[in-house]
C-alpha cells in the first residue's frame, strides 16, 4: 500500500533532500515533511517543491508531536552522518545519531498512525580487518566490531531498530546498510579523499572498494519508502575497484603512508580541515570492504544503475577533477624515449627516426 504522509529526516543534507524533492513529486503521496536541525539549502528547498520543512531536532521529544499531529503513516530516517564537521564535531554527531534514533524510536512506538519504518545504516556495521570473509552477506557476522565513532553508532542504532521491531512487530521495518556513496554532488569524507591533489594510502596495502552512486541511494530509499518490504539489505553497485585503481582514475598522486604513521596523518588532515577520517575508515583503506547484493536485486527487487567504476567515473567528471599531472605530456615522452632506444638497439635503421608529433628532443646522431 503507498504511503500517505511521509516523514524524511536529514533533509538539510544531499541524500534526504534529494529523497523528499522525489517523494513531492509523486502525486499518490499527499504529503510529505522533511525534518532537520537546520534549513536545508535554497537549491534544495526549490527542489524539495511540496515537501514542507519542519526545523525540529529529533533529539527532542518534539518530534513526536510531530509525527501524530501530521498523522504520519511512514517514517524515512536517513539521518545517519559519518561526517563530524558538518556535525558539529565527533561528539555531536553521536548524540545526533544514536540520542537521535532512540526519541524517533520511541516517537514511532507510541504512534497510532505509522505503519511503516525505513533506516538508513551503513556496511560499516561490519568493521575492517585481516580476517573479513571476500563478501559480507546480511548475514554475516563481523571478525571485529568498530571500536568507536560512526561504525559503532551504527551498531547501536540497528540494535535499537532490532528492540523496536520486537516491541512493535506491527510496524514493518526496512534496515539498508550503504557501502560508501559517491557522485558529483556528495559531501562525504570519501569525495574529499579523491579531490586531495596527493592521497595518502598504506604502505603496502591496496584495498578493494566498492561504491554506490548518490543517485542510485536515492532511489533505493525511494523504492523502500513506497513499498513494503521488511528486513537487511546490503546496498552497493556492482563490481570492486582497487583503492590504486581509483587514485589514478582519479589523476591523483597516492603518496604511501607506513601503517605506524596513518593515525598521525589523520590528525594533521583534520586539523587542516582537508579531510575528516575516522580510525574505523582508515581501517578500511588498509582492508577494504566488499558486500554481497544478491538480495537487494532478488528479494528487494532493486538493481543499481551505476557500477562501481562507473559511479566513481562520473564523480571525477562531475568535479571536474583534472589530473595532477600531465600524463599525455608524460606517455608522448616515454613513447619518444622508447621509440628512440628501438632504434639504437643492434639491427636497427642506422637512418634518422621519424618526428614525432610534439618531440623536441634532438635527433640523435646515427650509430658508426
Not at 556495521?125 to 566490531?145: C, H, I, N, Q, W
Not at 593515525?263 to 574505523?280: H, I, K, N, Q, Y
Request: charged share 25%.
Amino acid at each position: 500500500m503507498p504511503p500517505s504522509v511521509v516523514l524524511v529526516t536529514g533533509v538539510s543534507r544531499q541524500l534526504g533532500g534529494e529523497l523528499a524533492a522525489r517523494l513531492a513529486a509523486d502525486p499518490s503521496i499527499d504529503r510529505v515533511l522533511g525534518v532537520d536541525t537546520t534549513p536545508p539549502s535554497r537549491d534544495m528547498r526549490r527542489r524539495m517543491g511540496r515537501a514542507e520543512f519542519v526545523r525540529v531536532d529529533i533529539r527532542n521529544p518534539l518530534i513526536g508531536k510531530v509525527i501524530s499531529t501530521a498523522k504520519v503513516d511512514t517514517v524515512v530516517h536517513a539521518s545517519l552522518s559519518g561526517h563530524p564537521v558538518a556535525s558539529g564535531g565527533r561528539s555531536m554527531m553521536m548524540e545526533m545519531n544514536v540520542i537521535g534514533t532512540m526519541q524517533l524510536l520511541a516517537a514511532c512506538q507510541k504512534s497510532d498512525t505509522v505503519g511503516r519504518l525505513v533506516v538508513r545504516s551503513t556496511t560499516s556495521v561490519y568493521g575492517a580487518s585481516p580476517r573479513d570473509p571476500a563478501t559480507f552477506t546480511e548475514a554475516t557476522e563481523p571478525k571485529a566490531l568498530p571500536p568507536g565513532g560512526y561504525s559503532k553508532d551504527a551498531v547501536e542504532i540497528e540494535g535499537y531498530v532490532r528492540s523496536f521491531s520486537r516491541r512493535r512487530p506491527d510496524i514493518p521495518v526496512t534496515t539498508l546498510r550503504f557501502v560508501n556513496l559517491i557522485g558529483p554532488r556528495t559531501d562525504t569524507a570519501f569525495a574529499h579523499y579523491f579531490s586531495l591533489p596527493v592521497v595518502p594510502v598504506v604502505l603496502g596495502f591496496d584495498a578493494r572498494m566498492q561504491l554506490l552512486h548518490s543517485e542510485d541511494a536515492v532511489a533505493v530509499l525511494e523504492r523502500a519508502t513506497t513499498h513494503d518490504l521488511p528486513g537487511v539489505y546490503n546496498v552497493g553497485a556492482d563490481g570492486v575497484m582497487m583503492l590504486s585503481q581509483a587514485v589514478r582514475r582519479a589523476g591523483r598522486i597516492a603518496m604511501p603512508i607506513p601503517e605506524p604513521l596513518v593515525p598521525w596523518v589523520g590528525r594533521v588532515t583534520r586539523r587542516a580541515r582537508l579531510v575528516d577520517f575516522s580510525p574505523e575508515q582508515m581501517r578500511l583503506l588498509n582492508y577494504g570492504r566488499v558486500v554481497d547484493t544478491d538480495k537487494l536485486k532478488t528479494v528487494f527487487g532493486f538493481e543499481p544503475r551505476w557500477t562501481t567504476v562507473q559511479a566513481f567515473d562520473d564523480f571525477v567528471a562531475g568535479r571536474a577533477l583534472r589530473p595532477v599531472l600531465d600524463t599525455d605530456r608524460y606517455i608522448g615522452v616515454a613513447e619518444s624515449v622508447a621509440r628512440r632506444a628501438a632504434h639504437l638497439l643492434p639491427g636497427g635503421s642506422p637512418a634518422e627516426p621519424p618526428a614525432i608529433e610534439g618531440d623536441r628532443t634532438p635527433a640523435l646522431a646515427p650509430v658508426r
